[in-house]
């Protein structure tokens, strides 16, 4: 399973009860990434994904307080007193659910559209003008409420630790 939409390392880590070799998160993220599994993956991008999670991610990671990495022994864990990280592994804000309503409000601008076209009344008789308005209405108004969505989820968030 893919984990779309979420910080991949932190979401692998929280279902280890001990910790894992750095080299092992790697293949995983790789697999997953590459949709694919751990036996069929190329060398190169098992490097690929082993050389960012060394050199940027575990890091940035320790650094926010959220794991434990040792780099002599490659070692890596979800420390039990990390902030709480729900927030970096889950869709917390339901952003998963914004494509469903743009295809919703899509979907109604379409059928508007086409009974004005057709000369439904009373929407035969509204200008096409007046009919092209309310499209991008809509649109504008689901866009700034989207917008105004994902400004308040960032804002509920504790601490950043910047780009997955």
């Known amino acids: 399973m893919n984990p779309q939409g979420k910080h991949i ?12 070799q ?9 697999a997953w990434e590459n949709d694919t599994t751990v036996e069929e ?15 940027t991610h575990a890091p940035k990671l320790q650094e926010a307080g959220l794991i434990t ?6 070692e890596i864990a979800l420390r039990e007193d990390a902030p709480e990280v729900e927030p970096f592994i889950s869709n917390g804000d339901n952003e998963s659910k914004w494509y469903q309503y743009y295809g919703a409000v899509a979907l109604l601008n379409a059928v508007l559209l086409i009974a004005a076209i057709v000369g439904v009344p009373p929407l035969g008789t509204i200008s096409p003008l007046v009919i092209g308005l309310v499209v991008i209405s809509s649109f504008l108004v689901l866009s700034i409420t989207h917008g105004v969505s994902r400004r308040r989820g960032k804002n509920n968030k504790s601490f950043d630790i910047g780009e997955p």
């Open 9 to 20: 390392p932190l979401y692998y880590l929280r279902q280890q009860i001990e910790p894992v």
């Open 22 to 30: 750095l080299t092992d998160l790697a293949e995983e993220l790789a």
């Open 41 to 55: 993956l190329s060398s190169q991008a098992r490097k690929r994904v082993y050389v960012s999670l060394y050199q």
């Open 69 to 74: 990495y040792d780099a002599d022994t490659g």
